[in-house]
C-alpha cells in the first residue's frame, strides 16, 4: 500500500516549549494507524500538527503534497476530518446543526443528502436525536456526534484523539466497531490517539509508541501487542 500520510523528522512545540522531536509515521492509504502513549507524551500534538495548529519544522505530505505551513481550513479542504480530545461539538445547536456544519466546506453540494442517510446509518440515535441539543446528548452520542460531523466532510483521512476518553466500556465497544465499519466499508484511513491500548491495537493495522515527543517503537499492531514492555506498560499484564 501507499501511504496516504507522511510525516518526516517533524517537530512541534508551544512558544520555547518542543513537544515533539524528529518524529517519523505514516498512515497507509485505507489503513488504521493508531499512536499510543502516555499523557504527556505528545500524542494530541501529533494530531494538531497535522492539523496546521501548531508550530512545526519538518515535513508532512498527505496524497503526495505537503501540508505543512497551511492554514488549518485548507487541510480539512482537503479531505482531512479531525475529532479533537473532549469531543468538540457544538452545545448550543442541534444535532442536525451540527452534522451541515460538518459539510460546509464540501463542493458537491448534491451528494450531503447521502452523507445524511449514511452517517444516520451508522450512527442511528442521532437521527432520533436530531432536533435535540448537542450539550444535551450523554457522553456517547457526543462523541458519535463529533465522529459524524468528521464523517459530513467526505474525508479521506480521520484523525481521531481519544475517541474511548470518559466513555462507559459498552459505549466504547460500539464506537470502535463502527469506526471499523467506516474504514472497510469507505475506505477511510484513520490516525487514532488512543490511551486503552488493547482497544487501539485491536483495530489498527499498524502502531507507534510515542515517548516525550520521539517515536520509540512501531511496527504491525499484532507484533507490538506481543512487546513485552507494551503489555506492561499499557495493557496492564
Known amino acids: ?65 505537503r501540508i505543512d505551513g497551511k492554514a488549518t481550513e485548507d487541510i480539512v479542504r482537503l479531505g482531512i476530518g479531525h475529532v479533537p480530545e473532549g469531543r468538540g461539538t457544538f452545545v448550543a445547536l442541534t444535532v442536525e446543526e451540527n452534522l451541515r456544519l460538518g459539510a460546509y466546506t464540501r463542493k458537491e453540494k448534491n451528494k450531503v443528502a447521502q452523507d445524511y442517510e449514511r452517517v444516520h446509518r451508522y450512527f442511528p440515535v442521532l437521527l432520533q436525536r436530531r432536533q435535540q441539543q448537542a450539550g444535551t446528548l450523554s457522553g456517547g452520542e457526543q462523541q458519535m456526534l463529533a465522529i459524524a460531523r468528521a464523517l459530513m ?5 480521520l484523525l481521531l484523539d481519544e475517541p474511548s476518553f470518559g466513555l462507559a466500556p459498552i459505549v466504547v465497544l460500539e464506537i470502535f ?43 504491525p499492531a499484532e507484533e507490538i501487542r506481543g512487546d513485552d514492555a507494551v503489555r506492561r506498560s499499557y495493557i496492564g499484564y
Open 153 to 157: 466532510l467526505g474525508p479521506k483521512l
Open 177 to 219: 466497531e463502527i469506526m471499523r465499519t467506516v474504514n472497510q466499508e469507505e475506505g477511510v484511513s484513520m490516525l487514532v490517539v488512543e490511551q486503552n491500548a488493547s482497544l487501539a491495537l485491536n483495530l489498527a493495522d499498524h502502531a507507534y509508541v510515542l515517548e516525550t515527543g520521539r517515536i520509540v517503537l512501531d511496527g
Open 1 to 65: 500500500m501507499s501511504a496516504l500520510l507522511q510525516i518526516s523528522g517533524l517537530e512541534a512545540q508551544y512558544g520555547l516549549t518542543k513537544v515533539l522531536h524528529g518524529v517519523d509515521c505514516r498512515v497507509e492509504e485505507g489503513g488504521i494507524t493508531t499512536i499510543l502513549g502516555a499523557n504527556g507524551a505528545g500524542k494530541t500534538t501529533l494530531l494538531r500538527a497535522v492539523c496546521g495548529m501548531v508550530k512545526t519544522s519538518g515535513s508532512i505530505l498527505y496524497a503526495g503534497q
